[in-house]
């Protein structure tokens, strides 16, 4: 069974470029790992899905964050990354990855695509 674990999070000035990491345990090669957040008030949005290295690792971006956010995965380091740039007001959130197996599906950025979730790590914006 997949266990996912975030970290990374912290305060991040505006227009920083923090990454996130989602630590995986139970098989990472053979799932597909999305990243969602969720900010005070709002539904838990997805960003970004990369397939699993045993299909073609393809990767998957809502138009919200394409071109700024970068998902890639580590299967030596059993990882899978989320490198964010040049944040904004509107980036602030519970960061959270979420695996289920083999590809990204045409639903990647939909919660119930997925079977496993990590507990979600805060990024907050520094004043």
């Known amino acids: 069974q997949l266990q996912l674990a975030e970290s990374g999070g912290g305060l991040v000035q505006p227009g920083g470029s923090p990454t996130l990491s989602c630590a995986a345990s139970g098989g990472l090669d053979y799932y597909a790992i999305a990243w969602f957040r969720q900010a005070p008030g709002k539904e838990r949005e997805g960003l970004a899905c990369i397939s699993s290295s045993s299909s073609d690792s393809r990767t998957y971006y809502v138009d919200s964050v394409k071109g700024r956010f970068t998902i890639s995965r580590d299967n030596a380091k059993n990882t899978v990354y989320l490198q964010m740039n040049s944040l904004t007001p509107e980036d602030p959130a519970v960061y959270y990855c979420?695996?289920?197996?083999?590809?990204?599906?045409?639903?990647?950025?939909?919660?119930?695509?997925?079977?496993?979730w990590g507990q979600g790590t805060q990024v907050t914006a520094s004043s």
């Open positions: 979420a695996g289920t197996p083999v590809f990204c599906t045409s639903k990647y950025n939909e919660t119930w695509s997925y079977d496993y």
